[in-house]
């Protein structure tokens, strides 16, 4: 294993960032939730996907460019960026567990990509050899700079999870020929797939190269030109300058990379007006265009934002790189400013959204992930367009980079992982906790100290939105309380002198918040966060008229669904959930291990119309002649394990049956 | 007057057809339902039009190509299209009643066009003079060709209407030249915006010269090649060959014109491909894809049509022009099998989805028409892209037309519209019918023969889909009744012997059908068709996702809406209309003059959530605690007559409360 560098982004020398990451090295996944995900990463999605590269074309591409193969080319020009996303997420596997086969995967794809980089820096393997000429003549449309960005963010991966420089030597090349190519005095223009602007700045911060940074202002602000540089197009975020862009508009992915290269950028160059239009396109998403599963993209139609509260269900898009891309824009707006929204929206999109994407055997992908599903929506092995699986999974690799921050004498703790985490707490020294927890299942969290700096420290204890009565205890390894073992920024009373220390965490619903606990923290030292996880009925603002009448079950981080499995003798809305009807956590299914299900009762609906008509007359009379029929027992599962026990149709929103009243 | 002429498609010699036209000549419009807005037509809608087009330039445009007027082209490369429109408008108006101030108007626009014909027969006003080498060059954008079909069109409705050749001597030049330009040995493509292919083959059926219907078979033929004429584009319908297409997609208009020249050219050339493929698309659009007022066009993006069964209400797009062509599309269907379900289709249109584009003072215009309105839409007194005013005038002008046909022996009545006719039967000689009604207030048409050919004649009366429950009742002029006074086609029993003779017209619901009456008519029948229109509770296929918990209120051919005018102290959706409430046919309001709206009560809903956060949880406790509210009193009008009131929210699909039950 390397040093400790693995960072998923390196703001620790950036201006004003508020919370800097924990490096992958630094985590350790223990049993728990995500264990088995990673396990399955390392054994089934990680090498089935170098094997789907191979077997299509997309490795054969890159060493066709040195002449290493010769075959002529295969697939489409943007192929490419799916093996670079792969080896990212391989360069991050590689940071969490020392894998031989993989790091031998990965080393010989380091010296094909390699040999493939032209003598002036460029590499392509569409736009090489004859049609090499070609090059960046159809920026808008050919995605040869989004190419580029995800090869930059897999040098500088392999590079920190490695400390091996073959990879980052290349990108650092790559990158000068694109600074040379691109500029005021040089084209003037960007790519039509955002994604090299986000990767120009971290190469800033891995090389210390502020020009690359600056290079990425540059492109971002080549939109919104008048005349148009890439045709003005709302759906590739050119209809306004992305600085002033006042909502989030068109292709989901690439407005969401868009918006994390203006949080990079703003944050990196101390540039104001581009980290406000990161922050203001994410209160467009998230107060208006945001799943409750996380996930973005409402419309199938250029993969792409909808209107205001516009959500449809059944053909909602909720692409799974959307998904990727929200967590990624998320996590860079926590760093920036430390506040909880960031981390729960996180959270959500990472049990939910992204989750769904993949499948229980770590082998099959979903595309879109409608919140509504009629039958025939599965999984499947690959895509043409392929984008989806090496996103995952080089989330998935990195997942240990997103779950803690340092600052200033303080350990924040953003989500809730089974596992161990030591960390160099800046102004203090080691600070090492192990977690013990059954999270999302269970809500009881519980932190043992095993090494702690001399000095007082500051435990920073996320508590989600989605919880109204958590509670915080700290158990001091000589059972003698400190005599004020935390500090609540609002948070409670600091406990009264009798041990254990406990508090409530008292706050508004819905505003997830970190509570702060400062102490000369000691081995042994425990705390133990409780977050009461009823089942939760949620309703959408009423603009949202796909959710209307209707409600969506929530425990915890998780969202529910209701498969066809689970509703025997029901069709789809052909039921309704009582508002006072019991929603009780129940017993697994064995097809879904270790899952906490939902159990209820539902009323079948008598007037429900039959597929047929499109439009059809009601008879009054009719409906009053039905006698009332018993509830029916159905079962709620988590939204990302639908689609796991053969052909289904799903819903998360389920009719509502409200009672009549003020 | 001219002659009786003014056919809106004339397939009197075309094969196969079922019905004939009747002209519009031969059509008066009495005293009821239509007649004021004729009277609108003529006083306001016309002369507001045609100032419009002056002011903005689209008259000057003319003019200015050859000569008369020195000004640069304003406006759109296609807004020439507005005033061909209108001029077509403004002719079949003149066919209906001779304006003299409408004439003059006429006469000189006629003149302004001829005057920019080009010597070898082009025409348009921007690809002319400093851009007349540029014809051609963007037909898939620049809808040089759909400009020359409206041109087309107003050229044949000039000349039936007033018997003048003075335009279509223009047109019929402009037709030459596009076919010497396009052709198997000229240009192989076509135009991006369909248009062309009907007005062609309606040249074809004016001047007897099928050359003109091959044109547009071959036009009709580009669409779908491999590689692609235009793009390939599914918005554009060049996805797949025109005839095979088997689902209506794409830009809503272009589509549904498409259809009509598949329809028409596949009439006229007896060719069976072109036929069904107009058939196949219909059922995709009215089986899966219509709004329950007929307007066609799912969505804003692309206006354009969505998959099966997506038909959102808040942003349905349903553009007056999509529902104007529905008109057009389900007329040519009428007339090639005469089926009475284009027929009823034809009505919801005209009632509901069509008339809605315009306001009640003839001056305002609605260019989409969404089933549920937040704040804020208005119609409004012309748009920048100004096709839907001068499309709602033609339709409105020519509506004569639209009303009856004539086959062998027999006099068909399309629909209701209290007035008379003279229409010449084939195989019988001249049947003058006069006709009483209140239609769509009242379901009772009273029909009086005041000619009669001396041979037996069979009158085809429609019975609608939305009706089950129909009679009809013969009183001869001499009080005898004949024998058989009908003869029913499965209709019921022919009268017994006694006076009045009348029938139940048994059926199976939602499908209209003719109810055929065959006697040697006399002066002073009567025929009296009675048509009960209780108010009427729709629901959709399940599958509609939008209206699932939903219900529509009906009466007779009439779509009704709830305005927030009409349920004072409710928001939107925060009530249910309970299957078991009455719907009553009640009292007008006095700004909706000669109305008749529908009363009812309806339960305010306790749960509805307030506007605020995207996603909130609610609490069961709270909902019991509240104490039921008396139901709420709320009123219904005619959809068409939504938005004349002032500022308003509007919701076609109720929330229903629906008896649990079997």
Partial sequence: MASMTALVTDTRRTPGAAVQPVPIEAVRIGDGFWRGWLDRLYGVTLPTQHAQCEATGRLDNIRRVSGRVDAPFRGRYYDESDVYKWLEAAS?????????????LVDALVDDIAAAQQPDGYLHTYFALERADQRYSDLVNKHELYCAGHLIQAGIAHHRATGSTALLDVVVRLADHICAEFGPDARETADGHPEIELALVELARETGQRVYAEQARFFLDQRGRKPPRIGGYRYLQDH?????????AGHAVRAVYLACGLADAGLELEDGALWEGAERLWCSA????????????????GESFGDAFDLPNRNSYAESCAAVA???????????????????WLETTLYNGMLAGLSLDGAHYFYPNPLSAAAGHARVEWFECACCP???????????????GVSERALWVHQFVAGRVDADVPGAGRLSLEVDTDYPWSGEIRLTVRQAPESPAELRLRVP??????????????????????????????????????????RS????????LRRVWAPGDRVILRLPMPPRRLVSDPRVTANVGRVALARGPLIYCVESHDRPGLEQDAFALPDDAAVTAGPADERLPG?????????????????????????????ANGAPTAPVAIRAIPYFAWANRGPSTMDVWLRRQEAPGA
Same sequence: chains 1, 2.
């Fill in 92 to 104: 991050w596997a590689l940071a969490g567990r020392d894998d031989r086969r993989l790091r031998a």
């Fill in 240 to 248: 306004e300058p992305a600085a002033e862009q006042q909502e989030i």
């Fill in 286 to 301: 998230y107060e208006t265009r945001v799943y409750v599963t996380g996930g973005l993209g409402a419309h199938w139609a």
């Fill in 326 to 344: 929200g967590v990624m824009w998320n996590w860079r707006l926590l760093a920036g400013t430390g506040e909880a929204r960031y981390a729960d």
């Fill in 390 to 404: 090496p996103n995952l999974a080089r989330l998935l690799a990195s997942l240990s980079g997103y779950l803690y």
């Fill in 465 to 506: 939105g989605w919880c109204d009565a958590a509670t915080v205890e700290v158990v001091p390894a000589d059972s003698v309380p400190a005599p004020s073992p935390f500090e609540g920024e609002g948070w409670g009373e600091g406990a009264s002198g009798h041990a254990p220390a406990a508090a409530d965490l008292h």
């Fill in 509 to 516: 619903p819905a505003t997830g918040d970190y509570a702060a």
């Fill in 595 to 623: 899952m906490t299900l939902l159990d209820m009762t539902a009323v079948p609906l008598s007037g429900t119309p039959e597929r047929g008509a499109l439009y059809q007359c009601v008879s009054v009379d009719n409906q």
